[in-house]
Structure formats: C-alpha cells, structure tokens
C-alpha cells in the first residue's frame, strides 16, 4: 500500500529549478525523520537529504553532492515536504522518492527529474 506521494518532477535544462512535494497518503503520517533519495538509470537508491518533521526545529542534512543547491523544506500546515532543487544538472536526473528512511523505507512511486544539457 502506497504510503507516501511524490510530485513535481518534469523536464528542465540545465541550470534550471524545480520544488518536489511529499504528502503521506490517506491515513498515513510523517515519521520525525523524512528523507529524499534518487535513483538514477541503472544506478542505485542514493539519499538525498533529510528533515524532521513535527513542531522541533528544523533540521536538515543534505549529500554533499546537492549541497548549496537543494533546499528541503517542510509545512506543517499543508502537512508536506518539500525539494527545492535549483541550479539543475544533468547529473540531477533521476526518479526522485521521498521515503521513511535513507533506505527508502515505504517510498512512494516517486516523481521523474529530467536535466537537459
């Protein structure tokens, strides 16, 4: 059963942004820790980045390959997750999930980032 949903992915050229959203499916909560990871063609799940979730302080870890360019972001309110991705590179291109741990943990079905160069 799909307990989380990914949106926002599309095509963009190089340099280019785009924001991801994760919302827990009917009947389904955040875990305190949520992450981000990717898979690219052929290559394995690689974590992305992480936030707790809940009223605490935000925090957050990134790979340090998105370092400076990705922002994840939460709102409590709109009970989602956000990617901010900015500064694209082709390198970005992957199916992007949002999952309960960096394993990838009850991910969704994911979204598709395309970078063009």
């Known amino acids: 059963q799909v307990q989380l949903v990914e949106s926002g992915g599309g095509l963009v050229q190089r340099g280019g942004s785009l924001t991801l959203s994760c919302v827990p499916a009917?009947?389904?909560?955040?875990?305190?820790?949520m992450y981000w990871l990717r898979q690219a063609p052929g290559k394995g799940l690689e974590w992305v980045s992480r936030?707790?979730?809940?009223?605490?302080?935000?925090?957050?870890m990134y790979t340090d390959s998105v370092k400076g360019r990705f922002i994840m972001s939460r709102d409590n309110a709109k009970n989602t997750l956000y990617l901010q991705m900015t500064n694209l590179k082709p390198e970005d291109s992957a199916q992007y999930f949002c999952?309960?741990?960096?394993?990838?943990?009850?991910r969704g079905q994911g979204t598709y980032v395309t970078v063009s160069s």
């Open positions: 009917s009947g389904f909560k955040f875990s305190y820790w």
């Open positions: 999952a309960r741990n960096q394993n990838g943990m009850n």
């Open positions: 936030i707790n979730t809940g009223e605490d302080t935000i925090s957050t």
